[in-house]
């Protein structure tokens, strides 16, 4: 299995040194980094022309080994180095090539491999390096990325140089933060992870795996497969949304708590008016979910306290994301609750809970340490930190991006808390299956469509 570990420049370095002290030198470690990405290569090119960009550090060293591995296999290889190398695992890599060098240029149509810079890249790439990277941007072939783009900062995925789209990008030893941020894990294409026998840490983020998820037991009935109750308000249409998806996600029963007339609702979805205290504290609700289309009044502030003081396992959308504050959740188990926000409702939980951190995953993993809240940070990147850690994901089809995917997003999480009962569990599968039925949604869906494929995307992970 490949490790699923998400690291930092530091905790790389410190995982790297811990495989030194006990006796695998770098050279070695180089090495293996080297031929596991030149097999990916070899598999790649086929028999077509190599180009190899090396920069001055040990990523430049990592170009060397693959530059002589393929050339050993019998591909004409071209390595491209503005400098010398600076460390003395480069130097010592470079000696090992046996092939052609040259200080500038890049030919033509060929497979490019990246290896400027890796982890070590600290500040903007100016001078001969940029130019090399314009080209390679405007170049036309295959092209790899070994352990990071060149133009990319590992921890924070920020950009640092012209930016080019890769087809492969091969991270050595473990993943870095950079290969799950937006917006520069869109331009890396395929990525893999080359394991190099490095013992990475269990105490850090993780990449998500695909989960597996049950079919109901044999003797189940809807009450003990989850009753979810979802809380309206002041807007019908998102509410709705949300209890369409929720009712093919699993879930026994699925109660709409609203007093609007809904007139485009399923038969087989049941309304009830509008939640109120008593009906909340209903001790057979394994979950609530609350806020697509709550409003932001008095009314909707109270439906939320009413919501909170129940104490059941519950997800806090949309406008509960915009009324939630400190006062609300003094006195509740906060374990029991997951957030969903989008960037801008993070946003406004970290200005009413005091954070102040810049970036998702700070502000995510902050989030969940001042609060004990589940924080699933959603957009084109997604961030879940909980109890168990910090998740990143793959990314999901850039489709999602239409209204109301955010609602079905809360009613598939809210309906796999009321089955699972575990709120960093249930949001995690509901990435997943979100993902899933958007791929099963086909091209330019309607949020409608996409509740509607719910059911079929459980198939994937049963
Ligand atoms: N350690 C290990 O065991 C293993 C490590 N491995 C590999 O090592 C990589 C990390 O290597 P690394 O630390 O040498 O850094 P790297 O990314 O090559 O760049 C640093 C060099 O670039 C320079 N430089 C930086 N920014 C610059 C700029 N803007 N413009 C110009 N120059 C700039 C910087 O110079 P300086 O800052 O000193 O002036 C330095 O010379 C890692 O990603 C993986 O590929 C694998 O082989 C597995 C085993
Ligand atoms: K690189």
Known sequence: MSPTAVLTVDQMRAAEQAAMSAG????????????????????????????VLCGPGNNGGDGYVIAESLRRRGNTVHVVAPKEPGTETARTARAAYKGEVSTEGLPRNQVYVDCLFGYGLARE?????????????????????????SS??????????????????????GWKRAHFTMPVMATMGVKRVVDIGLDLPADVP??????????????????????????????????????????????????????????????ELVIESAATRKTLSDERLSAILVGPGLGRKNKARDALGSALEAGRPTILDADALHLLDPAMTAGCNTAKIGLTPHEGELAKLCEAFGIDASSKFDRAEALHAETGMTVLAKGPDTILAGP???????????WLSVAGTGDVFAGIAAARLAVRGEVQQALEEAVWIHHEAARLAGPAFTAGTLARSVNNALWSFL
């Open 206 to 267: 993780r990449l998500s795996d695909a989960p597996r998820i049950s079919a109901p037991a044999a003797d189940a009935h809807k009450y003990r497969r989850g009753l979810l109750a979802i809380v309206a308000g002041e807007m019908p249409g998102a509410p709705l949304l949300a209890a369409e998806s929720a009712m093919r996600s699993g879930a026994g029963y699925v109660k709409l708590l609203s007093d609007h007339s809904h007139p485009d609702a399923p038969a």
């Open 24 to 51: 695998t030198s770098e050279w070695e470690l180089m090495q293996r980094a080297g031929e596991g990405a030149a097999q990916w290569i070899a598999r790649m090119a086929g028999g077509r022309d190599v180009c």
């Open 125 to 149: 790439v100016t001078g001969e390096f940029a130019q090399l990277l314009e080209n390679l941007r405007d170049a036309t072939g295959y092209k790899v990325a070994i352990d990071v783009p």
């Open 152 to 173: 990319v900062a590992s921890d924070t995925g920020e950009r640092l140089g012209p930016p080019v789209e890769y087809d492969l990008t091969l991270a050595l030893g």
């Open 388 to 398: 168990e850690g910090v998740l990143f994901f793959e990314r999901g089809s850039s």
